[in-house]
């Protein structure tokens, strides 16, 4: 049977902001207070998404999610009518209403973790919802997350859901960004691969000193406990801790894999030699043969990769089993990155070419073409399953940027937020967005 590995892009909210609301994040804190364009943003996400489709891949939408988020603010003893929780917000609390404001949920690879049927002990494909508990902002995503999840992979004799892990630091959990999978074909068991930034339970694997470790061990150990992933089909690996002091506050931002590759920076992980070799005898049992490309630090520093997001990268298979990487603007715009990527296409290794998309908007706040993505390997079967009315094709993209061009606006600063008019905007947006997706009521304004 046919297997895809399918990519679900986030569609922007109408309310993408900077908000400068991640710490450990570079790019969210530098560009705190700018004027964004929710527009331009959601523009640019769905131009990568058609050109994707347009190269024969199957690509996929997930909805945004409705903010304000009203509820949030009740919940932290704003009162009274939806536009006086606002106003109050704006003038007690100005730091809450803009996390409530967030359009983070845009970062779908931060959405939840997928285990495709291949690898799980029932034959279904699993979800567990990410918890986001770092931050604030984010931790709000998760129930609407899955309610959307739902609603896109309904049959449950396909896809199982589980419900984020517990609400604490020790379970922190950030989804696929710090997941990705090995495998020789997508349909085919493969190595599900989480890296952690620390342990929650056991002090002696080191931590970061400046900034956060988002995910943990043991929240990662559950995810796999959870999606009845076996020992043999596992690795964990912790990432280096002196990288996350340095702004790789996902993984995502430091290497990438994809079918039996891993490219990641020499300075990614720790134990490196032990982790690949793992890797390598876990794969090569499923009947692959495990590769990896390590960027060296004297070519590409720590620094150059998070500034450019060179790893924040989508590693693409094509129909003749060479692969694409699709990078940000900003990997062109940093010359020693450009140049390790005009040695790399020309060496006649796996990655033959590489294609460049300007997603500014997103980078702004730490957000690359790989955050943009949840990739869910799929079979043919499976796919036939999804609701199709979230799958990409021409009509739809059409029909989508209409809708963006119709309701978003083209600047929205810190002090927009305050307007009760964009919760309006936004609700209106998000009722049309669920009938042209066939989603059914999935928000908050329309369950209530
Ligand atoms: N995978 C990329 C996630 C980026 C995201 N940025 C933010 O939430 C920034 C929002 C702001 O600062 O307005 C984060 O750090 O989790």
């Known amino acids: 049977m046919k297997s895809f590995e399918v990519n679900f892009d986030g569609l922007v909210g109408p309310t993408h902001n900077y908000g400068g609301l991640s710490f450990g994040n570079v790019a969210s804190q530098s560009n705190s207070q700018q004027a964004s364009n929710p527009k331009e943003a959601a523009l640019q996400g769905l131009e990568k998404m058609k050109a994707l489709m347009d190269m024969g891949f199957v690509q996929g939408v997930l909805a945004p999610q409705e903010r304000p988020d009203v509820a949030a603010l009740r919940s932290l003893g704003f009162a009274g009518t939806d536009a006086q929780v606002i106003e109050r917000a704006a003038k007690e609390a100005m730091p809450l209403l803009v996390a409530s404001c967030s359009a983070s949920s845009m970062w779908v690879a931060n959405a939840a973790t997928v285990s495709p049927s291949a690898d799980t002990a029932d034959g279904r494909v699993h979800f567990t919802a990410a918890n ?6 984010r931790s709000i995503e998760h129930p609407t997350t899955s309610r959307v999840l739902g609603a896109m992979f309904a049959d449950q004799q396909h896809f199982a859901h589980h419900a984020a892990l517990p609400a604490v630091a020790q379970f922190g959990d950030e989804g696929a960004a710090n997941h990705t999978r090995f495998c ?6 493969g190595v599900e691969f989480f890296v952690f930034g620390r342990s929650a339970f056991d002090s002696r694997y080191p931590a970061p000193q400046k900034y956060p470790a988002r995910q943990t061990l043991e929240a990662s150990q559950a995810v796999a406990r959870l999606h009845g992933l076996s020992e043999e089909g596992v690795v964990f690996a912790q990432q280096n801790p002196s990288v996350i ?6 993984n995502d931002v430091i290497a990438v894999g994809n079918g039996e590759l891993l490219f990641h920076h020499q300075d990614a992980f720790l134990n490196t030699e032990q982790m690949l070799a793992e890797l390598h005898g876990k794969l090569a049992a499923r009947g692959g043969n495990f590769q990896s490309i390590s960027v060296p630090r004297d070519q590409v520093a720590v620094e150059d990769a998070v500034r450019s997001y060179l790893f924040n990268s989508q590693l693409l298979s094509r129909a003749d089993g060479s692969m694409l990487l699709i990078v940000p603007e900003e990997c062109r715009a940093n010359p020693r990155v ?9 060496a006649g290794g796996p990655i033959r070419e590489v294609k460049v998309f300007d997603l500014k908007q997103s980078m702004q706040n730490g957000g690359g073409p790989a955050c943009l993505r949840l990739r869910v390997a799929l079979n043919e079967t499976e796919l036939a399953a999804v609701n199709p009315g979230v799958i990409m094709t021409a009509p739809l993209y059409d029909t989508l940027t209409r809708w963006v ?4 606006r083209d600047a929205l600063r810190e002090s927009d937020l305050a307007d009760p008019q964009l919760l309006l905007e936004c609700r209106t947006a998000l009722d049309e967005l669920t009938q ?4 059914g009521a999935v928000y908050p304004f329309q369950i209530n």
């Open 245 to 250: 002091d340095q702004g790789v506050f996902h």
């Open 405 to 408: 061009n119709k309701h978003y």
């Open 184 to 189: 020789r074909e997508y349909g085919e068991a």
């Open 436 to 439: 042209i997706l066939k989603l």
């Open 338 to 346: 450009w140049q390790y990527l005009q040695g790399l296409t020309a």
């Open 132 to 137: 986001l508990n770092c931050k604030f902002h």
